[in-house]
């Protein structure tokens, strides 16, 4: 049995970059044209020329969506795209429109084309009948439930992909119209205002019938399915994907690096103690904005799925600082600023190579060799006295104070 894939999301070459470095098999992006997150920083050609080389470095591959529901005006340029593509080495784009297979096995035969989630398959003929028009894979709608994944699974010979962590649809995935009726913005052509998680207030005509003090909200919580990954393991998932498109470069380390070591884990040793499963949650919790669950997979479809009133969205501030270099000599590591911290915090070290390592920070110097005391300027670039050996890309973290 093939090891599980690890896929991993990236709004630009940066946070593509990181995402292949804190472990992830594949990542997927989105191109400047026909991609699901127009608002995304996204990829021009060159960028994904770059990324491709990147990814063969580390023997990891990159899918590009092409995944907009299309309309006639949305072919210009399509075959073209598509060539580009396959001749710079992408391993597949993902798409939700069927009519798009015979134009990729045409135009760029090397090119897999893996079924986007926006087409809600849900059951094992669904999968079938995508592999008779000639798809690679099938990304399984969210709303599928453990078992009725482990049934797929057991009745198909296609390679099949599961969501385990993000943004969930408070609708169907693929059939929410709110963004486009409320605001023009159509979600299945990259769109989406997330109308969702906008704050309500209930009328009966020109009345109040809510709290006229509380907002509403019918936001989902984010999934979490790190308690389901061994079964998925087992039962012949080939890929967990990991939603984030629009998130954050330590959103990206530290979530893959916690599915990276979960998954290692698991091949190494076997099924997961409690213990360990619940420091790799602990681990994912760092990296949270909103409330987590884990979504449909349960097969309970209650109201705690939602967050209704207040919907918990935040970012954490936790998060301090990248390093981009490290002095052996001076023992001295060259960061640029995230978020506030100053002397005397306790940091904690993440990265490729490192498992959370703390130091106390005592000196602090800009570029000017200055002192500092407090590192409030973000961007700006510091030298951080440390005891111990770091790394470019590596990531600093503030711990509460106990």
């Given at each position: 049995m093939d090891k599980i894939e690890l896929l991993a999301p990236a709004k ?145 010979d296609l390679p099949v992909e599961v969501f385990i962590h993000g943004g ?235």
């Open positions: 630009d070459l940066q946070k593509a970059k990181i995402a292949i470095m804190y472990g992830a098999d594949a990542v997927y992006v989105g191109g400047k044209f026909y991609s699901l997150r127009s608002r995304a920083s996204n990829f021009g050609l060159e960028e994904l020329k770059e990324l491709a080389d990147f990814a063969k470095q580390y023997k990891a591959k990159v899918y590009v969506t092409v995944n907009i529901v299309f309309h006639d005006a949305d072919y210009y340029g399509i075959k073209e795209y598509l060539k580009y593509l396959d001749k710079i080495g992408i391993n597949a784009v993902i798409i939700s429109s069927l009519a798009l297979i015979p134009l990729v096995r045409k135009n760029a035969p090397d090119l897999e084309c893996h079924i986007s989630t926006q087409l809600s398959a849900l059951n094992s003929a669904a999968v079938k009948t995508l592999k008779e028009f000639g798809a690679d894979r099938v990304v399984l709608a969210r709303e599928a439930s453990m078992n009725q994944i482990e049934q797929i699974t057991h009745k198909v969930m649809c408070s609708n169907y995935s693929g059939r929410c119209v709110l963004s486009n009726r409320m605001t023009l913005r159509d979600a299945n052509r990259g769109g989406c205002a997330h109308s969702c998680r906008w704050k309500y207030r209930l009328y009966d005509g020109r009345d109040i019938i809510s709290d006229p003090y509380t907002l509403l909200s019918m936001s989902s919580k984010d999934l979490r399915a790190s308690a389901y990954i061994e079964r998925m393991i087992e039962c012949g998932v080939a890929s967990l994907k990991i939603e984030g498109r629009m998130k954050s470069e330590y959103y990206i380390g530290q979530v893959v690096k916690t599915y990276r070591r979960m998954i290692d884990d698991y091949y190494a040793n076997g099924p997961l103690t409690k213990e360990k499963l619940a420091y790799y949650d602990n681990e994912l919790t760092k990296a949270e904005n909103r409330p987590s669950d884990d979504g449909f997979l349960s097969g309970d479809c209650d109201n705690s799925k939602h967050l209704y009133g207040v919907n918990g969205a935040g970012v954490t501030h936790d998060y301090v600082a990248y390093v981009r270099d490290y002095d052996e000599i001076r023992k001295l590591a060259i960061v640029e600023v995230k978020n506030v911290f100053q002397s005397g915090d306790v940091i904690e070290v993440f990265g490729p190579h490192i498992n959370n390592k703390r130091f106390r920070v005592e000196y602090m110097f800009d570029t000017n060799w200055e002192n500092v005391d407090l590192a409030n300027k973000p961007t700006q670039i510091l030298n951080i006295r440390i005891p111990f050996k770091v790394e470019p890309c590596d990531m600093f973290r503030r711990v509460a104070q106990e």
